[in-house]
């Protein structure tokens, strides 16, 4: 059936539209900006610069949480923890390398992004991509998480009256950075430039004047600011000590992924510019980590108690040493605060495009492949930002008290993902130098296999027992969704021509309480469809039935026998309990019963308006009727509404599809 188009109608309602999405996008605009087309997806993506800040933050960041994260575990041994911190990081940044190489691989070989995840898919099956995917996602929370509450952390060392206020401010860190990520990439990657290379700049400064203040003392410099005594050893250094503060170290080489699985976001030529951006970040963090525990050993400065009122970051006591406590050291931990809080931010420019590919894969719902106003995967955004504010809740935004979980699942996407890269190797021998990036990556799994079972025995009892169970728990997640997709795609695929049943005439129910505007639509409606139209009271004893009849009488039927048409019948079904929805299905059961060979369509009637205060007075009684029906598994039953829009100050007419004025006719009134 078809309606002729009317072009004054359209270009009637065409201003309106645009007056509508003013009036209720404004707030949106305000705090996302303006919407940004498919078209200008090319214009959104980053260079190297931009690509540091974004993709780099989690990665750069450790250089603050990692050597303190090993040395609170040491803080038993006094003075000899201080001395293991070297060794300690120097086997941690070999492991970072040999990792940072095989991401080398995956970015060239994997150019549409999706590191462990696409690798582990492509090379070790469905179920190893789940398994990574479910890994990655897992430490993507957990960054946000220690990223924030380290930030925190920081801004505490340096004005400790704020230590009550440590849940509050996470939380509210982590509100505006999902704000800024939901304004896009470009946007994102322009407010963290500016924090980032101030960090480096720092860092950089604080461990040059340090490193030269050593070797000018002869390895003994003077503190400008000393820092706070090196506890008593109260144990020895065995070798499951060792074990956990290695496991609490490696926190520090997470980030690693991110540029693999954010390639897509940079300019042409983007495999170029994503391994020069990894490699610029993997230098930079191997300098930090190298340089920090060198002066911390220096310096004799070691980890304070997490969560006391005493603690002081370890960062805090380095460069209150190196360079005392005037501008540049509140300029620095400024930055520190700003680097680890916005770290965070690794993790939403990843942990959505993770979720995209899942979603492409069927292993989470759609929604989550879907764009939102500003060309970002909102949904993913979100969902990550609802997770991280749990997790900061329970923990009660205290680094220690997340750091058992964190590095586990990157060291199991690292293992997947370096194991999948030896089989894509094993299928592309025809690529120069195959055999040495197989040997390269073979070693790298090995190791981080090794890495990732001492982590997890060493922080099992600590809370590591979780990671163990929530990452099973994703990876069935994702099988449950993925079988629910599939058993949809069975029962709905269909390999044939098109089938046009010799159907009987449809009978039209119409639900009726009083005669209305939004009545005569849906019964104008209801007629084009069918002949057969019964419209149908429910008696609750709430209105007149008496009055209806009349005005069904009058309105209705005299003039449809005028015009040579058959009218609808009026039923009225009683309702002793008063309720509406009941007695009409039961109305339309016995319809369907009674003809087992025909359709029946309830059209219902529908008033709407666009102000949701007025919306609310005037009930939802179509919503639940439409859900009833539609929930009662009946196949031969169809439901349609007819809607009826009420003025408003775009519209001062109210209107329906179904209704049309005739010259001399009255404004219709409601």
């Known amino acids: 059936m078809e309606r002729a188009a009317d072009p004054e109608r359209g270009a009637h309602r065409a201003p309106g539209r645009r007056t509508r999405r003013g009036a209720s996008s404004g707030v949106l605009d305000f705090l996302l900006g303006r919407p940004l087309s498919t078209a200008q997806a090319l214009h959104e993506r980053i260079g190297i610069v931009a690509g540091v800040a974004l993709l780099g933050l989690d990665a750069l960041s450790s250089a603050a949480y990692g050597p303190e994260a090993a040395l609170t575990m040491l803080r038993p041994l006094g003075t000899q923890g201080v001395w293991l911190l070297l060794p300690l990081m120097a086997c941690i940044i070999g492991l970072l390398l040999m990792v940072a190489n095989s991401y080398m691989q995956t970015i060239a070989a994997y150019p549409h992004g999706g590191g462990a995840y696409t690798v582990a898919r492509e090379n070790l099956g469905p179920r190893a991509g789940r398994l990574a995917a479910s890994a990655l996602m897992l430490d993507y929370v957990l960054n946000v998480a220690v990223g924030i509450s380290a930030g925190v952390g920081a801004l505490v060392s340096v004005f400790p009256a704020l230590h009550t206020y440590t849940l509050p401010l996470t939380l509210g860190l982590l509100a505006l950075l999902t704000l800024i990520n939901l304004r896009g990439v470009r946007e994102a990657g322009a407010v963290f430039v500016l924090p980032t290379w101030l960090f480096i700049a720092a860092l950089v400064t604080t461990l040059g004047v340090g490193a030269f203040q ?16 090196l506890p008593s050893p109260t144990g020895a250094a065995t070798v499951w000590l060792v074990m956990r503060a290695f496991a609490s170290g490696c926190t520090a080489m997470t980030g690693v992924e991110a540029i693999s699985n954010g390639v897509p976001l940079f300019r042409d030529p983007s495999i170029r510019r994503a391994r020069t951006t990894l490699a610029l970040i993997v230098g930079t963090l191997v300098a930090l980590l190298a340089g920090v525990a060198v002066l911390c ?33 509140y300029g620095a931990m400024a930055t520190i605060l700003a680097v680890l809080s916005l770290s965070a931010n690794t993790s939403f420019a990843d942990f959505p495009r993770v979720c995209r590919l899942l979603a492409q894969d069927r292993n989470l719902p759609v929604s989550f492949a879907h764009r939102g106003r500003r060309l970002v995967f909102s949904y993913g955004i979100l969902t990550l930002a609802l997770l991280a504010a749990l997790l900061l809740i329970v923990c009660r935004g205290i680094t220690d008290r997340l750091i058992p979980l964190f590095a586990m699942g990157a060291l199991l996407a690292f293992t997947l993902s370096q194991l999948g890269m030896v089989v ?28 990732l079972l001492i982590v997890g025995v060493s922080k099992f009892a600590e809370g590591g027992w979780a990671a163990l169970l929530l990452i099973p728990m994703g990876v069935l997640l994702f099988s449950r969704v993925h079988a629910a997709y599939a058993r949809m795609a069975r029962a709905t695929e269909l390999r044939r021509p098109i089938r046009l049943a010799d159907t009987p005439p449809f009978i039209v129910v119409v639900p009726v309480d009083r005669w ?113 029906l539609l929930m009662s598994d009946e196949r031969r039953l169809v439901v349609t509404s007819v809607p009826w829009y009420l003025p408003s100050a775009e519209r001062p007419e109210p209107h329906s599809a179904w209704w049309s004025a005739s010259p001399g006719d009255e404004a219709p009134s409601h």
Do not use: K
């Open 516 to 628: 209305s505007h939004a009545s005569e639509a849906a019964v104008c409606f209801a007629l084009e469809l069918s002949q057969d139209v019964h419209a149908v009271h429910v008696c609750t004893g709430e209105d007149s039935e008496a009055e209806l009849n009349v005005a069904w009488r009058r309105y209705v039927e005299a003039p449809l026998v005028a015009a040579g048409r058959e009218p609808p019948r009026l039923v009225h079904v009683p309702s002793p309990y008063r309720g509406v929805v009941w007695p009409l299905l039961d109305h339309v059961d016995s319809l369907l019963e009674a003809a087992p060979l025909r359709t029946v369509v309830v059209v219902l009637p529908e008033l709407l308006e666009r102000r949701w205060l007025r919306a609310a007075l005037y009930g939802h009684r179509s919503e639940v009727l439409r859900s009833a």
């Open 297 to 329: 050993r220096a310096y004799a400065v070691g980890a304070t108690v997490p969560g006391s009122s005493s603690y002081q970051s370890v960062l805090s006591q380095l460069i209150g040493a190196v360079m005392g406590r005037g501008v540049f050291y």
């Open 214 to 229: 050593m070797v000018s003392h002869g390895g003994h410099p003077i503190a400008e600011v000393p820092p706070p005594p």
């Open 424 to 451: 894509h190797w094993n299928r592309h021998r025809a690529q120069v130098g195959w055999q040495w990036r197989r040997a390269v990556n073979g070693v790298g799994g090995v190791l981080t296999a090794l890495t």
